[in-house]
């Protein structure tokens, strides 16, 4: 796959449907998987953009990370070494959180996802679990930055963004001064 579905699905590549699509209140999912040509791996693809994949996760090893850039967000913890609350913004397949949760059992994660259904889907096509260590939050990143900003819900050691709609698009109220003060 290259870097993953998005070879695939730029490429022609075939992808081999694992259940049925998914319509939420927001969005239209679809589950695929194809194979990850650098390693001959299989990839379940979460896929809500016609062009681009939203998360991917290798079937053998659910926990590993397939996407280059989701590996960047260990950085935090090279700089910050106590690091052990982390805000994750969007949760996809919750990739990162099922990584973090299993590499790093001493670090608790909040993760705001818009969609419930995106939730959903992690549940039954990408072994996310619940675990005491994860809290889910069904409601928009910038709403739930105003809350806790106002609530004095706490604070965190680093906060991941990756609430991204495709490879290029960002939600417009994620991209304003406003959102980053908080």
């Known amino acids: 796959i290259g870097l993953g579905a998005n070879y695939a699905i730029n490429n022609g590549l075939p992808l081999t449907p694992v259940g049925s699509h998914i319509e939420t209140a927001y969005t239209h999912i679809t589950v695929a998987e194809s194979v990850d040509t650098r390693n001959g791996r299989r990839v379940r693809v979460l896929i809500t953009n016609p062009d681009s994949a939203q998360s ?20 935090a913890f090279h700089y910050k070494p106590d690091t052990k609350r982390v805000l994750m913004l969007g949760g996809g397949g919750y990739c990162v959180p099922r990584y973090l949760l299993a590499t790093r059992p001493d670090v608790s994660i909040d993760v705001v996802e818009l969609d419930p259904g995106v939730t959903e889907t992690a549940k039954k096509y990408f072994h996310l ?22 609530d004095g819900f706490g604070q965190y050691d680093a906060i991941f963004m990756d609430t991204f709609s495709s490879w290029i698009v960002i939600p417009f109220q994620m991209t304003t001064v406003e959102t980053a003060a908080h």
């Open 129 to 150: 679990q619940d675990n005491p260590n994860m809290r889910i939050f069904h409601e928009d990143a910038r709403t739930f930055l105003n809350r806790a900003a106002h």
């Open 56 to 75: 991917l996760m290798y079937t053998d090893k659910p926990n590993e990370l397939v996407s280059d850039y989701t590996k960047f967000y260990d950085l």
